[in-house]
């Protein structure tokens, strides 16, 4: 049943410590009709959800009305448990697994609404419904209500919490005035009673602010949307947050095409003091120059200021020529000229003999994919003379501090876990939930690990200074503990400061062995991750002696050339002795003094190219979704899943790329919307609903501003822009279909352009529809080459070609367009990019078994854990009927059929073209089997997986549930 809730709480709700009202409460009127089906909510944890699941196992007194348990509301099963340790038997904890309601996703049949569930000519009146699957929950939760003496909503403690338990309260008619509210910033006996006792009613400037956002994401969801439909293709979505975000990427991607580099030079000089070893270091260092790794790859910085530290040897930069800077540079704008270049690689090449190269060799070489300056790549060697002079003509020493940084934010973690242990957004926050929820510890039951999560704020309650300031001298010594607390500013001028900085709730359980098998491999990671940073923040800084070398001389004593060299030695660890520090990185300086002599054994001079912006990381991304405004702590992680899914950007190499739609998209946007598009636009909405949640703003006012002149501004643009489709780009080559005919024509030959296409962008003749050529094109926009594999189609044994297409690559017959003997044979490809045998084709049974949701005919199927049936339709159906219930007559009786079914359409092997095989007999691709999707392997687990439970779970993904015989289909039922 739909609820319709009329705006009439423009007012701030009072905060006054009252009772929960009685049963037959006040509740909002109902709308009439019929409501469509809602979204279905996504359970808090990955267990699947079990009403059951929402209650714990406490007796209770439930013998007449308000007499019975205290009822305690939670959104996830896991936190229940927790909570439930804490409390006795005079409460009852229950789960409302996540959102309880929404607004609809469709209209009711006959109500032409065009935002479903907001009525935009009656101040935004808001309908919601029950979602799919929480109609049991609701009515256990309203029948426990009814005999509790009292009811805590105790959902998260941020926005979102505030509205669920605002929802709840809804539906059990209680109101938002004397409901009891009571948050957990940590799920610990302490926090939980502390929570209890402040109970405050529900705040409804949340509430509201929580509603503003949902409707303005609605508003622009379901009146934008329809317009890309239209303009540019059906199925894609706008968002007043994601198309911001994915205008971001955009830029950048442009950014990117569009840099054209500067050129400069850089020399750099390796000494030794101990001058009778300078010939042979020389040497030495050039056959260390010539190693590679298994990858091809030279050896790293790290590897080398760890070989001149082992040799006592000082590595120093070319700072000055003569007494003046050394700044050789060109720029790679408009005004550059290739003579620039030239001078300057020749005023290189001076300098470097100068500096005591003899025999100067410069080499060229044009690099086609280079823009200006670096077009052409030079390289100046030549041999060293270890006689030419250099003394140190000072030193300076100085001990240094680096301080530790703050404890994580919600940003920051996201970074962190992306950075150290390669988590994405939606992973980092999943485990996060999970320790914060409580994880079940032997002999301990449920313990809550972490604090609150989500949040923006660095700060430390006095509580947790003093459980931290305990812990470091026992566990480190009173040397690493500072003589007062460390505190942190937040750079974020626009932070709520709402909860303190994610901690560990208690020091008593520290990283170690009993932590690592109570926990999953992800979960302690993060743990780990949590508990160095928040122990590390309250430390003292580690110290460093630094140390400055100026080194003088050169073969001309009219033109010395000055060098600088750094080094420092850690002479007191801080906090580093939790973080840790890599020494090998540090480079040192060997034991030195003024007018000390010096040979050169090595000299290099470089050329070097300025690089063009980096491409976002998730955890670059994040950062600057945090520094523009864009979102807040809890939405990071859905916009980063919300823009892939959408496929406007896409992850390479952790990379994020844009898609060829999301250029489009975010251009036609930008053009009919600029404001909404706008970067500081959405900042400054982000503040209005801070501003309704913190200083109570009308929040109908708000949304009436913002959308008049929206309306306004979507009623002009329909009518003006172009459909994406008929938009072309000229294409820097000409049509190979048509050349020869026109040719004999005299005609010149015909150009191409780009279009757009369903999977994205490509190319076509110019003379379209007269030449109907088309080419898929590469990120730079040139045709890609056919790639023929090595693998032979397991329908007709021709080579297979490499393909892309809507879900990404796979593998295509190459007598596909063969008109005398086509072919469709197709494979997919595995998480490791290697080829799947088709799947076997799915087994009905006779007489057929209706799908309890929508009748058609289920598929039986097998599976590892026993034969199950699942409706045919699927996915637009995912009904499942229950095998186990059939008689066990019937049982034998179809499995024995689909074991028949199975031994008669046995999985192809895919072979090479050599006739290597590349699947077994069980359909599962082998060990050896090469990749096919243009990737490398390292041979760990699939990409996006981390750790031993990841790549088991990957290799059951990898495996399916492809037939195995009885071993796959055990039932338990002999045949």
């Not at 479903?116 to 109609?135: E, N, R």
């Not at 809804?170 to 957990?184: H, N, Y």
């Not at 690089?611 to 520094?627: G, H, M, N, V």
């Amino acid at each position: 049943m739909a609820k319709r809730t009329a705006p009439t709480s423009r007012a701030p709700s009072k905060r006054s410590a009252t009772k929960a009202s009685p049963p037959g409460a006040a509740r909002p009127r109902r709308q009439s009709g019929s409501a469509a089906a809602g979204r279905a909510a996504k359970p808090a944890s990955n267990a699947p959800f079990d009403a059951t699941d929402a209650l714990d196992t406490t007796d209770t007194d439930d013998s007449s009305s308000g007499t019975g348990a205290a009822l305690v509301i939670v959104e996830s099963p896991a936190k229940a448990k927790t909570i439930n340790k804490y409390l006795g038997s005079s409460y009852k904890v229950m789960a409302s697994i996540g959102h309880v309601r929404d607004l609809p996703s469709k209209n009711p049949k006959g109500i032409k609404n065009p935002v479903p569930g907001v009525d935009l000519d009656h101040d935004f009146a808001t309908t919601y419904q029950i979602l799919d699957g929480k109609d049991k929950v609701i009515s256990d939760l309203k029948r426990t209500a009814r005999k509790a003496r009292e009811v805590y909503f105790a959902t998260d403690p941020d926005r979102e919490g505030e509205a669920i338990a605002w929802h709840l309260a809804e539906e059990l008619g209680i109101r938002p005035e004397v409901a009891k509210r009571v948050t957990f910033n940590a799920i610990t006996k302490a926090e939980v009673q502390r929570g209890l006792a402040a109970a405050r009613p529900i705040d409804m400037g949340r509430v509201n602010a929580q509603q503003a956002r949902r409707v303005l994401d609605r508003i622009v969801g379901y009146q934008v949307s329809p317009l890309l439909w239209k303009k540019v293709a059906r199925g894609l979505s706008a968002g007043r947050v994601q198309s911001v975000a994915v205008r971001v990427i955009v830029e950048r991607e442009r950014a990117i095409r569009a840099f054209i580099p500067d050129e400069s030079y850089e020399l750099t000089a390796c000494f030794t003091a101990e001058l009778a070893k300078a010939p042979a270091l020389a040497q030495a260092i050039g056959a260390k120059l010539q190693e590679r790794d298994a990858k091809g790859n030279p050896p790293t910085q790290k590897d080398l200021v760890a070989w001149l530290s082992d040799r006592a040897a000082i590595r120093a930069e070319l700072v000055e020529v003569a007494g003046e800077k050394f700044d050789l540079q060109v720029g790679g704008g408009a005004d550059f000229q290739p003579a620039q270049s030239v001078a300057l690689a020749k005023r290189a090449a001076d300098i470097a003999t100068l500096a005591g190269l003899k025999s100067i060799k410069l080499d060229t070489r044009e690099d086609p994919q280079g823009k200006g300056p670096a077009r052409f790549v030079r390289t100046i060697t030549g041999q060293v003379d270890p006689a030419t002079v250099y003394k140190v003509t000072s030193l300076e020493n100085r001990r240094t501090t680096t301080r530790p940084p703050p404890p994580f934010i919600t940003s920051t973690l996201q970074q962190a876990a992306a950075n150290r242990l390669g988590f994405g957004a939606q992973r980092t926050m999943g485990a996060a939930q999970a320790l914060y929820q409580g994880i079940d510890i032997p002999g301990e039951g449920p313990v809550a690990l972490i604090t609150y999560m989500r949040t923006d704020s660095t700060r430390l309650s006095g509580e947790a200074l003093t459980m931290v300031r305990d812990f470091i001298p026992i566990a480190y010594g009173p040397e690493y503990l500072p003589e007062k607390p460390n505190f942190f500013g937040s750079s974020n001028k626009d932070a709520q400061d709402a909860h303190e900085a994610i901690r560990p709730t208690s020091t008593s359980y520290p990283p170690g062995p009993k932590l690592e098998r109570a926990l999953r491999p992800d979960l302690y990671r993060l743990y780990k991750l949590i508990w160095d940073r928040f122990i590390a923040s309250q430390m003292k800084p580690a110290e460093w002696d630094s140390t400055a070398a100026t080194i003088v001389g050169g073969t001309e004593p009219r033109t010395p050339l000055t060098f600088r060299a750094t080094g420092r030695v850690l002479v007191f660890d801080g906090f580093l002795r939790v973080l840790g520090t890599s020494g090998a990185d540090e480079p040192t300086l060997p034991p030195l003094r003024e007018a000390q002599p010096l040979a050169p054994f090595h000299l290099d001079p470089r050329q070097k190219f300025t690089s063009p912006p980096p491409r976002y990381t998730e955890a670059s991304l994040i950062k600057t979704l945090e520094a523009e405004g864009i979102g807040r702590p809890s939405t990071y992680a859905s916009i980063i899943g919300v823009i892939q899914d959408r496929k406007y950007t896409e992850q390479i190499d952790r990379r994020f790329y844009s898609t060829d739609i999301g250029e489009v998209v975010t251009d036609m946007l930008v053009e009919a919307f600029p404001d909404l598009l706008d970067v500081r636009y959405t900042r400054e909405m982000e503040q209005q609903l801070d501003k309704v949640e913190d200083d109570h703003l009308d929040w109908i006012d708000m949304l009436h501003k913002f959308y008049a002149p929206f309306k306004a501004r979507l009623g002009e643009v329909e009518g003006v822009i172009k459909h994406a489709k008929a938009e072309t780009t000229p294409a820097p080559f000409n049509c190979p279909k048509c050349e020869a005919a026109r040719k004999a024509k005299g005609l010149p030959p015909a150009g191409t352009v780009y279009r757009l296409g369903k999977n994205g962008k490509f190319l076509s003749c110019a003379t379209y529809p007269e030449c109907d050529y088309a080419a898929p094109v590469d990120r730079d926009g040139k045709p890609k080459r056919i790639e023929t594999t090595s693998v032979a189609c397991h329908k007709c044994a021709r080579p297979m070609i490499a393909r892309v297409g809507k879900f990404g690559a796979f593998l295509g017959c190459s007598g596909y367009s063969d008109k005398a003997n086509p072919c469709d044979g197709i494979l997919r490809l595995d998480k490791r990019g290697r080829a799947i045998p088709p799947s076997m084709p799915p087994f009905t049974p006779d007489p057929a078994i209706p799908c309890p949701k929508c009748e058609s005919p289920c598929y039986l199927r097998p599976g590892k854990f026993g034969p199950w049936l699942g409706c045919s339709k699927f996915p637009k159906c995912r009904g499942r009927a229950d095998f186990k219930k059939l008689p066990e007559p019937e049982q034998k009786k179809l499995l024995a059929s689909l074991l028949a079914h199975t031994a008669a359409h046995p999985a192809p092997v895919i072979k090479t073209l050599a006739g290597e095989a590349l699947t077994g007999p069980d359909g599962k691709p082998l060990s050896s089997a090469q990749r096919l999707d243009g990737r490398e392997d390292d041979g760990g687990p699939p990409p996006g997986t981390k750790g031993a439970a990841s790549a088991r779970r990957a290799a059951r993904d990898d495996a399916g549930d492809g037939p195995e015989g009885v071993e796959v289909l055990g039932s338990g039922i002999e045949v």
